[in-house]
């Protein structure tokens, strides 16, 4: 089965930068979109970011146009989440999740998710 593990979130300045990292294991990506989605204290969880399984195609959220940046290395079977020009209300927990899908990507229908990486923006 599909495991998903997130790393890179941490202690931020505003309009610093941070890398994250989502590692699969048990299976391939092939075949397989991942999103970026966050959740930050008090408010629902949302889509970020999203991945077409081959990387053809991205998808980004209004808050993350033209900041984020979302990149896949399937041989290594490893997404990326570049996040720049980082905000304060870009705090949240960030997990990535994947689905079997075709075509575009969107937000919603993800099977298997990563337990998470704080991501803090603070001065």
């Known amino acids: 089965q599909l495991q998903l593990v997130e790393s890179g979130g941490g202690l931020v300045q505003p309009r610093g930068s941070l890398r994250l990292s989502c590692a699969a294991s048990?299976?391939?990506?092939?075949?397989?979109?991942i999103g970026w989605f966050r959740q930050a204290p008090g408010k629902e969880r949302e889509g970020v970011s999203c991945?077409?399984?081959?990387?053809?195609?991205?998808n980004h959220a209004d808050s993350a146009k033209g900041r984020f940046t979302i990149s896949r290395d399937n041989a290594k079977n490893t997404v990326f989440l570049q996040m720049d020009s980082l905000k304060p209300e870009d705090t949240a927990v960030y997990y990535c999740?994947?689905?079997?899908?075709?075509?575009?990507?969107?937000?919603?229908?993800?099977?298997?998710w990563g337990q998470g990486t704080q991501v803090t923006v603070s001065s």
């Open positions: 048990g299976e391939t990506l092939d075949y397989v979109a």
């Open positions: 999740a994947g689905r079997r899908q075709f075509g575009l990507c969107g937000f919603g229908g993800y099977d298997y």
């Open positions: 991945i077409s399984w081959s990387g053809g195609s991205t």
